[in-house]
């Protein structure tokens, strides 16, 4: 992930006199790093994970540190959240006997050394630290891994929402959005009423026209393709099999993998992560798969085509088609074509000349 700050300035318009960006056609980005801070800060200081259950109080204290980078960029109005965020929080627990007496007061961590944009569908990984490791110590601290965990998860999720829906732009995002149409309806009505309230046929046709061309866009909209061509250094027989042998698969992905190699049959890639079923299979020619991502909103499955193509004996060419990959997720991130597209280039294509040597 680009650094706040650094990244291409073709696409960062420095700030008008004026200080407008009009219709967001431009890239704009915004730190969000001191929001993190306050919005983490809000959320858990003074939790109360136990409030007596079995003789256990236990409770956030305060935000340690939030560290990394976190921003927000927009353009035309679409989000790209960024963040990479190392996150610490203090807690505290008192254990009591049946009569109320303070058995021992403990003071403990909890770390998240990694939120990210990247893993936004994802828990994060939580640990759990207390200071004092004796018996009544090591009760407390199982009780917040208990009881704490799933409040903690929760409030994570808040702000990876919240990071979705523009952070701290939310606000300016949504007055803009509402703006342009009360332009456009004013537009219409004064030239309806400079016409008499008629409308030429020319204009209702024209108006016609534009008409459908808006419902043909919108039954796209929220939808990418993706395409891709890479070489290797192989025969087209050997790549097609790679790529639909599942022990292979796990080989160069590291991860398992379950691959049918009949049509209508199903397939699990990434530990489970996509999910799908093979369409149309030619040995050594095509491969087209249905494909879902977990993160995905339910109900979408995009289509995977892969035409393998051998102009030489020794030489394969792959041209990808990848339909219908959703805009965003559905936890709001806007960057899941993105995420897809470097996922075929880095974590199949070139792994596959890595692993097996078939680079160009």
């Not at 407390?140 to 523009?166: D, F, N, P, T």
């Not at 342009?180 to 309806?192: D, I, M, Q, T, Y």
Request: hydrophobic share 35%; proline share 3%; glycine share 10%.
């Amino acid at each position: 992930m680009a650094k706040f700050g650094e990244g291409d300035k073709r696409w960062i318009v420095e700030d008008r006199p004026d200080g407008t960006n009009v219709h967001n056609w431009h890239w704009s980005e915004t730190n969000c790093l001191e929001w993190s801070r306050n919005f983490f800060t809000k959320q858990f200081t003074g939790v109360v994970i136990l409030a007596g259950e079995g003789n256990l109080f236990i409770k956030v204290t305060k935000i340690d540190k939030v560290e990394g980078e976190a921003y927000v960029n927009v353009r035309k109005g679409k989000i790209i959240p960024g963040y990479e965020l190392n996150v610490s929080l203090s807690w505290e627990g008192e254990a009591k006997d049946s009569d109320g007496k303070t058995l021992l007061k403990a003071d403990g961590l909890v770390d998240m050394p990694y939120i990210s944009d990247e893993n936004a569908d994802e828990d994060p990984e939580i640990r759990f630290t207390v200071k004092d490791e004796g018996p009544i110590g090591k009760t407390l601290k199982e009780a917040m891994v208990k009881k704490g965990k799933s409040i903690i998860l929760e409030k994570v999720r808040v702000y990876v929402e919240a990071m979705a829906k523009g952070g701290p732009c939310r606000d300016e995002l949504e007055t803009k959005k509402v703006a342009p149409k009360s332009v456009v309806a004013g537009s219409a009505s004064v030239a309806v009423e400079k016409s008499g309230g008629g409308v030429p046929a020319a204009a209702a046709v024209a108006e016609s026209k534009v008409v459908k061309e808006k419902k043909t866009v919108k039954t796209k909209e929220g939808f990418k393709t993706i395409t891709m061509t890479e070489k290797f250094s192989c025969r087209a027989k050997d790549l097609y099999e790679i790529l639909m042998d599942e022990n292979r698969w796990k080989g160069f992905t590291q991860s398992n993998a379950k691959i049918s190699k009949d049509v209508n049959g199903p397939i699990s890639l990434f530990d489970g992560s996509v999910t799908g079923m093979n369409v149309e299979l030619e040995e050594g020619k095509l491969i087209v798969q249905k494909w879902r991502f977990g993160s995905w909103p339910d109900g979408l499955d995009s289509t995977v085509k892969i035409v393998f193509k051998e102009p030489e004996t020794g030489v394969t060419v792959v041209n990808l088609t990848h339909t219908d990959v959703p805009e965003e997720d559905r936890y709001g991130n806007a960057t899941v074509v993105e995420n897809t597209e470097r996922g075929w280039r880095d974590l199949i294509f070139h792994r596959i000349r890595a692993v097996f040597g078939f680079g160009m």
